[in-house]
């Protein structure tokens, strides 16, 4: 039965769609499978650093304390890029899957985390219509089957923004500032433990904000907040 429907519809490597022959192999293929962020990464981003290095060059230059720790699986780059904007662009919403079963099984980022939540990124109203999607709530979801944490989409956008690729730093900072709110106060009570889960990282200007609505209340108990993202910018 498995060869039939290999043959049918066969396996693909989520990142260069090579077809995949063993059905006990990864998502991805033997070439793709060592982009993934396993080891001498940063410890606060997620992108790898020098073996004598602390943190990488990206935040020996920021304020630690106001950065939340990072985890990403791949540099957006190459395979890795075109992979993630066929997830966004062209419908393939099964990447939600292959991304959450990175998390959780080859990378293990769960274990020994207390999280009370995963809570995505929103998208903006007029994108959400138009795409019919927000791949941020897919891979919550997914992430939510595997580990049972569940998902709280509690954030939205009130601002509306161009595209991020559209923008240079300077206007990604002045158009999303302030681009985010939280539904309700009621959705936060009882949250300590958050992820926020989103599928590209560039200037960090878009988790900065969703963090800035999250904790902007002073009756909120939120002590710790998390980030993980499919691809972080190189």
Known sequence: MYALTQLLFP?????CETILENEEESTL???CYPLVLREHVCKRCGRPYALDACH?????????????????????DGVARQAVLRWK????????RDYAELFVHDL???VDKEIDALIPVPLAPHRLRKRGFNQALDLCKELSKLTTIPTKD?????KNTKPQSDCDREERL?????????NS????????NIVLVDDIYTTGTTIKECVRALTDKKDNNIEKIYVLIVCIGV
């Open 185 to 192: 106060q009621n959705d936060v009570l009882g949250l300590r």
């Open 89 to 96: 662009y062209k419908g393939l919403r099964k990447y939600a």
């Open 11 to 15: 396996t693909k490597c989520t990142l």
């Open 154 to 158: 509690i954030l939205r956008r009130i």
């Open 56 to 76: 990488c060059a990206y935040c020996s230059k920021e304020d630690l304390e106001e950065k939340p720790p990072i985890r990403a699986l791949f540099l957006y």
């Open 29 to 31: 293929c033997s070439r």
């Open 174 to 182: 002045k158009q999303l500032y302030k681009s985010m709110a939280i």
């Open 108 to 110: 293990g980022w769960f």
